[in-house]
């Protein structure tokens, strides 16, 4: 199922949302930047909470097809 938010397509991967995605959709205001959520430390502690084992919370892809992807 494809979510649109927008009329921006947010593209998925195993259950993960493309923060870049999100980011343009919210408005994408360089404030509210994806790298700036990504350093922060509750960030960090909140991805420790929320992955387990099968699928991390925050995963990294380059590429072609690549982003950034995260547990909503």
Known sequence: MELIIADIAVHQDD???NLNDLHKA???EKRHF???WLTNDKTQGL???VSN???P???S???RYGGTFVVC
């Open 53 to 55: 084992n099968e699928i």
């Open 15 to 17: 259950g993960r949302y």
């Open 34 to 36: 994806p790298n700036y």
């Open 26 to 28: 919210a408005g994408g």
């Open 61 to 63: 892809k380059r590429g």
């Open 57 to 59: 919370a925050i995963n």
């Open 47 to 49: 991805a420790a909470e």
